[in-house]
């Protein structure tokens, strides 16, 4: 790095960093920044107007993804985190290619994280339709080690029910039940949850799986990814967080009533506000 880049990253120390998804998942990578990074501010958008993304095609992904860059971009933020699978799966190369600022996803840090904690190389994978059909994470887990067996399984219906609230519930039970039963038969003893979501349902997903089988969170080594990255740019926040400061800003395309009571269960900071706003017209 040059000596003007490092004055130029310097002055983008105080810089927020913008964190996005299609809707409430994004929320447990955001945790994970403010547990690993408490001083950075951060702008967070979900696009709960139009969850889920799962279901939708690459092009529409890719659109909705670069609305949600160039709405990021506003803020001037120092770098991008993409908290959600299926943008990563789908829209990572064209985001890039568009983008001039660090841009972090969740896929590798999850794949990594996935080939430390397995024992016997049996890894299942469970995600949205789209991160599954791409087969993202089978192609960088044997990037790392090409010994490993991957084993994936669409569960197109847990971001509805986690949108609609339904942590501890029967019906989200009785599906996870029925989504994960092929993959015990498989005899794995990792499981990725390669979707933001899937974290909100841990419990009843480790239920499920049983004592044996490690659940590996993407979030966390994401946001250790995120460290690295600020240190070595020498672009981490140094100034502590103060009372009032507005360090974490919120905005939704639709609903935000629903954000804030379901975002207000997940971090515990204490969000009292998020404006919606129309994201097409980015
Ligand atoms: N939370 C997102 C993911 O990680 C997207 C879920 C969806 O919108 O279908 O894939």
Do not use: W
């Not at 949600?68 to 829209?91: D, E, H, M």
């Not at 995120?226 to 609903?255: A, I, W």
């Amino acid at each position: 790095m040059t000596e003007t880049q490092l004055k130029q990253n310097k002055a983008l120390r105080d810089a927020p960093i913008g964190v996005f998804d299609s809707g409430v998942g994004g929320l447990t990578v955001v945790r994970e920044i403010i547990r690993q990074i408490p001083n950075e501010k951060i702008i967070y958008f979900g696009d709960t107007a139009r969850v889920p993304y799962g279901s939708k095609s690459r092009e529409t992904v890719t659109r909705f993804s670069e609305q949600i860059v160039r709405f990021l971009r506003t803020f001037q933020v120092k770098t991008i985190v993409v908290a959600c699978n299926t943008v990563s799966a789908y829209a990572m190369e064209t985001l890039e290619q568009d983008c001039d600022i660090p841009i972090i996803e969740v896929v590798r840090p999850g794949a990594r994280t996935a080939i430390s904690a397995t024992r016997n190389g049996r890894i299942g994978v469970i995600g949205t339709e789209a991160t599954i059909g791409s087969q993202i994470y089978t192609r960088y887990i044997q990037e790392l080690n090409r010994k490993v067996s991957i084993y994936g399984k669409a569960c197109p219906l847990f971001v509805p029910l986690v949108e609609e609230g339904l942590l501890e519930d029967p019906v989200t039970d009785e599906i996870a039940r029925r989504y994960l039963t092929e993959l015990i038969d498989t005899g794995i003893d990792t499981l990725i949850l390669g979707c933001t979501h899937y974290p909100l349902i841990r419990s009843t997903l480790g239920r499920i799986m049983g004592d044996e089988v490690t659940l590996v969170n993407p979030a966390y080594e994401t946001a250790m990814e995120l460290r690295r990255l600020l240190e070595v740019h020498d672009m981490l926040c140094q100034t502590p967080p103060t009372l009032g400061s507005n360090r974490y800003q919120f905005y939704v395309s639709d609903k935000a009533d629903k954000f804030i009571r379901f975002a207000n269960s997940i971090i515990k900071y204490g969000i009292l506000s998020a404006k919606t706003i129309n994201i097409e017209a980015y």
